[in-house]
């Protein structure tokens, strides 16, 4: 898996392209570590695919870990069926709010917009300590 980054204005926009891997994770916490974190972000997942389930879980985990990450606001764009189901299927467990957008002006759009989440104590999910968020603030 490859990130391509591009900033403007108060955006980072991250072009994820080829497949996920337990190979490529660490590189991609480290970019959600010292470039990501505290941002507006639009990850366009097109070019984004993976073979049966490796790496998946921990992928979507890093992102779930991103954006409990204070000032972090994410928006999908372009994202594959399969990922579609694995995301709203997170969502249903509130680990990742999903805010999925055709287009990549959409998605830059709607941050002129407040995001609105509610969320109780019950709802707050625990996370393994190999992707915990903190490990994104160091």
Do not use: W
């Not at 392209?17 to 997942?45: A, M, Q, S």
């Not at 069926?81 to 467990?93: A, D, G, I, N, R």
């Amino acid at each position: 898996m490859q990130a391509r980054i591009r900033k403007s204005k108060q955006i980072i926009s991250v072009d994820l392209i080829g497949k996920v891997d337990y190979e490529t994770l660490e590189g991609f916490i480290d970019l959600c570590r010292h470039e990501l974190k505290g941002n507006n972000i639009v990850f366009n997942l097109e070019a984004l695919s993976f073979v049966g389930s490796c790496g998946v879980t921990n992928f979507l985990n890093i992102l779930a870990n991103l954006q409990r990450v204070p000032m972090t606001r994410i928006k999908y764009v372009c994202m594959a069926k399969e990922f579609v189901k694995l995301f709203q299927s997170m969502e249903e467990t509130k680990q990742v709010p999903l805010a999925l957008y055709l287009t990549e002006f959409e998605a830059v759009k709607s941050f002129e917009t407040p995001d609105v989440v509610v969320a109780s104590e019950s709802e707050t999910a625990t996370v393994p300590h190999e992707l915990n968020h903190q490990d994104l603030e160091s």
